[in-house]
């Protein structure tokens, strides 16, 4: 039996142990402790507000604290010594509030776990007296001061219940929630560094808080489902519940993909009813050193419209509907530091890429070749991990640290948050091919995938080396000078272009070695405007790091737009503080700020158009580059006619 499911099957003990199911009815209510302090007024109000918070906790919450729970309403010092005499209204995306008030915390209530105590801060007892309706409001976290008592009161159960059950100590739980155990000593520390899409901040200090935190808006925001469907689906399990249905929230499932190569967005719908798989995405080895063991991610296998959930969603023609989520460092340097990338200084962030453009960027530019091997996931596994993908991408930013959290351990870590049995829990550190064999070994990809079903896509250079090749078997009869192929490449396109002529032009098929020699010409343009690419960027950097060295060179207009760049192009969150909400957005949510609307859309294309203007100065400094380029178009240009006339010969 799965860790997952011995744990609920424990808690189902506990109701045994207990009694009964029926035991429950016998469940004493909140009990107010000092009540002869209040008015028989007052006193009516805060009972009605006991019941309230009762009437909201499941059945099994119930069940399991079958003893008297003492409220009281005190005064905390910390209040007394800094003069509060209200509470303090919590700082909402946009709010024209000071600083200095919106960062102030205050004790709101407090569990006594050996006593089975509540205590409640006595500034909320007015809010209580007048009710929901009467009560202040504010536009997030519980939407009026009456809700967040409630959620105080909510939240301090929790931790008695948590005391009884231990829901926090669980691997499953730890990992659901984002948290990671220290390599030494000390307690699980959350991941997440981003807290202004976080549902309240104080989920983010410890697991104990994480599961109260949630606990409150799970019973008490009719969003949470939507927000945070991951979550939801667990506490569901947990308390054998559906607070939240459909009816209550429309999930959104509509989200900006990026071209990985060239920035461009698209519009998608991740709906899970037409997701077919989710894949472990695995990119050979790079010649990088951050790309030395691979590179891991996932592959969401969407079908196109109309096409019918199953294999053929593999096929060519459903791949522009394959979504990639792919862990990168967020740079927020026009050059990348080493140091940073081992020691910690960039984001980690899910990006969501498209398929075609994923395989463009690896396949093509980096030459390297791509697996995608489907996970062995249930139904609601696979609409959890769509759930997990899209709340982390809205509100998720880790410390990309090359050796502890990478694309493995970050890849890893959503897999544990949907699949919460034991031996995935017991996964421990690897790296990118390191995890396809753990996930082999535990079961969750076949060990005989490539005999079953999944999807190669082959590196260009393997590709076009085979194309070279073939062309050197005709070389070889017709004793011409044999090239290896990185010595073929650095000829001059002209010289090039003498050699194809001859190959060609030697046997009866020309119609072959012409599109032999087109595939080989073609790449071979490519790693020549990799090498103008690299070229441009270094001269850039080296203008941006001695300017002094550049000011003849580059004209002043370049030089200005330079130093723009380098003072805009720093950012450390996707979201900023205006983007209202927590968790994955909905579409009543304000958006201002939002990744996709201020950078994909208008930053960026402006972004294009200042590196435009300066990539066409740089590129004046490799005139012999740029000239060899354009010849090599020639042959392209050259070979793709002869290609035609061959064809259209009777």
């Not at 231990?166 to 220290?182: C, D, E, R, Y």
């Not at 294999?311 to 940073?340: E, I, M, Q, W």
């Not at 740089?618 to 064809?647: F, Y």
Request: charged share 25%; with cysteine; proline share 4%.
């Amino acid at each position: 039996m799965s860790g997952r499911y011995f744990f609920f099957a424990a808690l189902f003990f506990i109701f045994l142990l207990h009694g009964s199911f029926s035991h429950a009815g016998n469940f004493s209510h909140y009990t107010l402790k000092n009540s002869k302090r209040y008015s028989s007024w007052e006193l009516e109000r805060i009972q009605n507000f006991l019941k309230d918070a009762e009437a909201r906790l499941p059945y099994i919450m119930k069940t399991v604290l079958d003893e008297k729970i003492t409220v009281d309403f005190v005064d905390f010092p910390s209040d007394r010594q800094r003069g509060l005499n209200s509470i303090l209204i919590p700082r909402c995306p946009g709010d024209q509030i000071p600083q200095t008030s919106a960062l102030q915390s205050q004790m709101l209530g407090q569990a006594y776990l050996e006593i089975n105590s509540i205590q409640i801060n006595r500034l909320f007892l007015n809010e209580i007296f007048l009710g929901p309706e009467g009560s202040q409001k504010f536009n997030c976290r519980h939407g009026n001061l009456y809700q967040t008592a409630l959620g105080v009161l909510i939240h301090e159960t929790g931790h008695l219940f948590d005391r009884d059950v231990k829901v926090t100590s669980t691997a499953a739980f730890q990992s659901l929630m984002g948290f990671k155990s220290p390599w030494l000593f000390g307690q699980p520390a959350s991941k997440n560094k981003m807290q202004t899409r976080s549902v309240n901040p104080y989920e983010l200090t410890s697991l104990i808080e994480a599961f109260a935190v949630n606990l409150e808006f799970f019973l008490l925001d009719p969003e949470f489902a939507c927000r945070r469907p991951n979550i939801n689906h667990y506490y569901e399990q947990l308390f054998m519940v559906t607070l939240n249905p459909g009816k209550n929230c429309k999930s959104n499932y509509d989200i900006t993909v990026k071209d990985s190569t060239t920035g461009s967005t698209t519009q998608f719908n991740l709906d899970p009813s037409r997701l077919y798989s989710v894949d472990f995405l695995l990119a050979d080895s790079g010649s990088q050193l951050m790309s030395f063991w691979g590179h891991a991610m996932f592959n969401l296998v969407y079908c196109a419209p109309g096409v019918p959930v199953g294999p053929n969603c593999r096929d060519g023609a459903n791949l522009s509907h394959h979504v990639v989520v792919s862990f990168r460092a967020n740079l927020t340097d026009l050059k990348l530091s080493y140091l940073k990338g081992i020691f910690g200084g960039y984001p980690s962030q899910p990006f969501l890429l498209t398929m075609t453009s994923v395989m463009r960027e690896y396949n093509r530019l980096e030459k390297r070749n791509l697996e995608s091997i489907p996970l062995n996931m249930s139904r609601q596994q696979k609409i959890n991990f769509v759930g997990q993908v899209l709340e982390m991408y809205s509100s998720y930013m880790g410390e990309f640290k090359f050796l502890t959290n990478n694309c493995a351990t970050e890849t890893k870590d959503v897999i544990k948050a949907v699949v919460l049995n034991d031996s995935v829990q017991e996964l421990g550190y690897s790296t990118p091919k390191g995890l396809l064999k753990d996930l082999m070994s535990i079961g969750l990809i076949h060990p005989n995938y490539k005999k079953i079903e999944y999807s190669h896509f082959e590196s260009y250079s393997e590709k076009y080396r085979a194309a070279y090749e073939k062309l050197l078997l005709v070389a070889e009869k017709i004793k011409l000078k044999k090239y290896d192929l990185d010595e073929f490449i650095e000829l001059d396109a002209k010289d090039r272009k003498v050699w194809y002529s001859r190959v060609i032009d030697s046997q009866s098929d020309k119609k072959a070695n012409l599109t032999l020699a087109l595939q080989v010409e073609q790449d071979i343009k490519d790693l020549e405007k990799q090498s103008l690419d690299r070229g441009a960027f270094e001269i850039i950097l080296k203008a941006i790091e001695t300017p002094g060295d550049f000011e003849q060179r580059f004209s002043r207009e370049a030089q200005a737009l330079l130093k723009s760049i380098t003072e805009n192009i720093k950012r450390s969150e996707r979201f900023n503080v205006n983007s209202g909400g927590y968790g994955i957005f909905l579409p009543h949510d304000n958006r201002e700020g939002a990744f996709e609307q201020a950078i994909a859309e208008a930053n960026q294309k402006e972004l294009q158009q200042k590196m435009t203007f300066i990539r066409t100065e740089a590129e004046k400094m490799m005139s012999d580059l740029v000239h060899e380029i354009e010849n090599t178009g020639k042959n392209i240009a050259w070979l793709i006619k002869s290609l035609r006339e061959v064809m259209t010969k009777p």
